[in-house]
């Protein structure tokens, strides 16, 4: 980008219409983004309209506005209702809402509010400077490396089963088996409909979700009577704190967030990886790679900061292959592909150089609205937090009508709702018998991927599938990779006890 085109950019953006497109998209995504069923895609797709009578450049801010910070809203309901705002906030559920119950929401929607803002910047930098030669690395992507990544993604169960491994291992099998329902791509024969039309699409991943995660919080709530505890009943006490890290804090949390913007950004070019995937990843690795590993996933800001700088961080890093190739790295850049062709825009060379000046004001625009993203969400915190003084008994009736407007409203269809309360009903029962929903989504999520990408691997591979994955530089680091994230845990463990053990030495030795 050269002084002539940087000139253009600025005179572009500073725009009465611009700036207000970009200050709509950052609000309104985070609205979208705080309620329960009301993703990403679904803000981008509902708006694309409305940027018919704007210019490309405005229109087209305003949508990745809403892309960045619906992302970041989904914390938001997270943290504060356990009731994830997106698929993508299910991992920051885990730590987030455990702050709040121990009187830090203050803390954790302020974490939140900065590992968003941060990854989605790093992740804007990535496509700012870095689009052509990243683009090329998913080129290197085939059937085998989908299935390889898939199976990577499943090593997270491990870290998410908490005290019992064959109870996260189970959950996760769940999810697997829930994967499979629909038809079957290669041979067109539905699996497991049991002769029900509806299931012949398979199961929506955002009803389930919010049936795991929302209905059977609040069935939870119902059955122990909405009792309040007495040590946290005031609210000036248990929203008390700053906002903002601590120096200390801060300086604890940013290798978490800086090696999770980094996850999220490859994630991101993953064509169907997304923000769910690249949140699951940058929690697990946290857990991996943390001085307060043990910690995390008891409330931790370590557990909000890693997914949600992931998360964001994916919304750059599914742009790149977008601009460069026309290849969507998630189901929401699918529909910016439409919104930059309605505007006549063509993914590929000519984005960079024929429409250079357009292509780098909405990519600049995208680094702003990051940045505005999180002066916002600072800003309005607290009021973000004062929805969640509202007692549980107000409060459940309001998340269960928001779980079947959600879900409803996903497709317009009343069979999404009533998926929705049927995984709510499992996740009360998971809840209740010590399993964790969370390897139940992945499975999900994964199940689909790493069955297509086996089969297609065997079909490609004529019978020699071993040979095949070997014969395949990219595959074989995969490889590498799955076996250390096995064997990780072992290490750890060893690591640990021998520094046990050389602390106990060196003490016996200085008596």
Same mark, same amino acid.
């Given at each position: 980008m050269n002084i002539e085109i940087l000139t253009e950019v600025?005179?572009?953006?500073f725009t009465l219409e611009v700036i207000t497109a970009l200050v709509i998209g950052v609000c309104g995504?985070?609205?979208?983004?705080?309620?329960?069923?009301?993703?990403s895609t679904m803000g981008v797709a509902l708006l694309i309209p409305v940027t018919f009578g704007l210019s490309p450049v405005?229109?087209?801010?305003?949508?990745?506005?809403?892309?960045?910070?619906?992302?970041?809203g989904g914390s938001i309901s997270s943290i504060l209702i356990h009731t994830p705002g997106t698929p993508a906030a299910a991992a920051t559920a885990i730590d987030g809402?455990?702050?709040?119950?121990?009187?830090?929401?203050?803390?954790?929607?302020?974490?939140?509010?900065?590992?968003?803002m941060i990854g989605g910047f790093i992740s804007a930098l990535a496509l700012l400077f870095l689009a052509p030669p990243l683009a090329k690395i998913s080129l290197a992507f085939s059937a085998p490396e989908y299935f390889l990544i898939a199976i990577f993604g499943l090593t997270i169960i491990g870290s998410l089963a908490s005290k019992s491994m064959i109870k996260g291992l189970t959950a996760g099998v769940v999810g697997l088996i829930i994967g499979t329902i629909g038809i079957d791509v290669l041979t067109g024969t539905p699996r497991f409909t049991f002769g029900i039309t509806f299931l012949q699409s398979g199961i929506s991943l955002v009803p389930a979700l919010i049936g795991l995660f929302s209905l059977s919080q609040v069935m939870i709530q119902a059955e122990n009577g909405f009792k309040i505890d007495k040590k946290n009943s005031k609210s000036e006490?248990?929203?008390?704190?700053?906002?903002?890290?601590?120096?200390?804090e801060f300086k604890m949390i940013s290798p978490t967030i800086f090696r999770s913007s980094g996850i999220g950004i490859i994630a991101g070019m993953l064509p169907g990886a997304g923000g769910d995937i690249g949140s699951w990843i940058g929690y697990n690795e946290a857990k991996r790679f943390s001085k307060n590993r043990d910690k995390i996933g008891t409330g931790h800001i370590e557990g909000v900061a890693a997914p949600e700088a992931a998360n964001n961080a994916v919304t750059g890093g599914a742009l790149i292959p977008l601009l460069t190739l026309g290849i969507p790295g998630s189901s929401t850049t699918a529909v910016l592909l439409?919104?930059?062709?309605?505007?006549?825009?063509?993914?590929?060379?000519?984005?960079?150089?024929?429409?250079?000046?357009?292509?780098?004001?909405?990519i600049i625009g995208f680094l702003i609205a990051n940045i505005l993203m999180g002066i916002i969400g600072l800003i309005a915190a607290r009021y973000f937090i004062k929805a969640s003084q509202t007692p549980m008994v107000l409060l459940s009736p309001i998340i269960i009508i928001l779980c079947i407007?959600?879900?409803?409203?996903?497709?317009?269809?009343?069979?999404?709702?009533?998926?929705?309360?049927?995984?709510? =009903?499992?996740?009360?029962?998971?809840?209740?018998?010590? &399993?964790?929903?969370? $390897? @139940?989504? +992945?499975?999900? /999520?994964?199940?689909?991927?790493?069955?297509?990408?086996?089969?297609?691997?065997l =079909?490609?591979?004529?019978?020699?599938?071993?040979?095949? &994955?070997?014969?395949? $530089? @990219?595959? +074989?680091?995969? /490889?590498i990779l799955i076996i250390l994230a096995l064997l990780s845990p072992l290490f750890i463990k060893l690591f640990t006890k021998n520094k046990e053990t050389n602390i106990l030495e060196k003490s016996e030795t200085e008596e």
């Open positions: 600025i005179s572009i953006l995504g985070i609205i979208i983004g705080s309620l329960p069923g009301l993703s405005a229109g087209l801010v305003m949508l990745t506005a809403i892309y960045t910070s619906a992302l970041y809402y455990k702050l709040t119950q121990k009187g830090m929401a203050a803390k954790a929607i302020g974490v939140s509010t900065i590992s968003s006490d248990k929203f008390k704190g700053k906002i903002l890290p601590t120096g200390k439409g919104g930059l062709t309605i505007q006549g825009l063509i993914p590929g060379h000519t984005l960079f150089t024929e429409h250079a000046n357009v292509t780098y004001s909405i407007v959600g879900s409803y409203a996903i497709n317009n269809n009343i069979i999404d709702v009533w998926i929705m309360i049927a995984f709510g =009903l499992i996740g009360y029962f998971f809840r209740k018998t010590g &399993f964790h929903p969370a $390897p @139940v989504i +992945i499975g999900m /999520i994964l199940g689909p991927i790493a069955e297509s990408g086996l089969r297609q691997s =079909l490609l591979s004529k019978g020699n599938i071993i040979i095949y &994955f070997l014969s395949r $530089p @990219v595959s +074989i680091i995969l /490889i």
